[in-house]
């Protein structure tokens, strides 16, 4: 029996959890839409469920993978439907800007391990100038929080950040039983579409990211005292926030004025 042809037993190190259910597949790709002569991208395509339908659709893939064993049964599986390019390195630093060249911009997908969901998102939207936009499979609670609005419970620190980069759209559901091993949650399925131009104005990012930090960092202190230190509470109402305000309540507009008004 060849590396190619043994079963492969998922690694929870990785956090492995191989998608199977063919219906749920072919709702991601209808979902993308891919197109010959797009420049696609899958992180973490494990054993090729997605990979093999996207690489048919559009004759050439660049997939990003970590699981040195997985290699070889990904290339067989993949084995005449199109241009697969093997990319074995660790998304979280992985140069994603460097695949694009003078094609266009990147259109990626993929099934995220959830115990490094949130920094890859951040890592890959670092290099969202180079990328068109993005359909991952998450855990649920993580799509929840991306597309919450102010006010509502799973709103917070992600949502602010995300959506300040990007449309935010929530597409569908999927069950455990998706998937081999079952894992313990829910997951879904979310479009992100990088931003060609800001929803607000922000003159510091690095200033922006930390009161959004700080302001959710106790979520039961108002404004006033979660940002003790970097703006008090008259800088806070000049900035037309109110101060004894709570951070679930404030919306993006929000958020900048007072990351201008440090």
């Known amino acids: 029996m060849t590396a190619s042809e043994r079963p492969h037993r998922p690694r929870k190190r990785f956090g492995q959890h191989f998608l199977h259910d063919a219906d749920v597949i072919d709702r991601i790709v209808a979902a ?31 997939v990003v993978e970590l699981d040195r064993d997985l290699l070889e049964p990904l290339r067989a599986r993949c084995a005449g439907a199109g241009e697969l390019r093997i990319h074995h390195a660790d998304a979280l630093t992985f140069d994603f800007a460097a695949l694009q060249g003078d094609g266009p911009r990147l259109r990626m997908a993929g099934n995220l391990p959830y115990n490094i969901s949130t920094p890859l998102l951040f890592h890959v939207l670092d290099q969202a100038d180079h990328v068109r936009d993005l359909h991952f499979m998450l855990q649920q609670e993580v799509v929840e929080r991306m597309a919450a609005a102010p006010g509502e419970d799973a709103y917070g620190r992600l ?44 003159r510091d990012q690095r200033r922006f990211a930390e009161v959004v930090r700080r302001a959710f960092s106790q979520r039961r202190k108002t404004l006033r005292n979660a940002l003790s230190g970097l703006l008090d509470a008259g800088q806070i109402e000049s900035a037309g926030v109110d101060a004894g305000a709570r951070a679930e309540t404030l919306d993006l507009a929000a958020f900048a004025a007072l990351g201008n008004a440090i």
Request: aromatic fraction near 6%; include cysteine.
């Open 32 to 62: 993308i839409r891919p197109k010959a002569g797009e420049r696609l991208v899958e992180i973490g395509p494990g054993l090729g469920a997605l990979t093999r339908p996207l690489l048919q659709v559009a004759g050439e893939l660049d």
């Open 159 to 202: 949502s602010v950040m995300l959506q300040y980069r990007c449309q935010v759209e929530a597409l569908f559901e999927v069950g455990p039983e998706s998937f081999r091993p079952p894992p313990k949650v829910r997951s879904a399925v979310v479009r992100l579409v990088p931003r060609e131009t800001f929803p607000v104005a922000v």
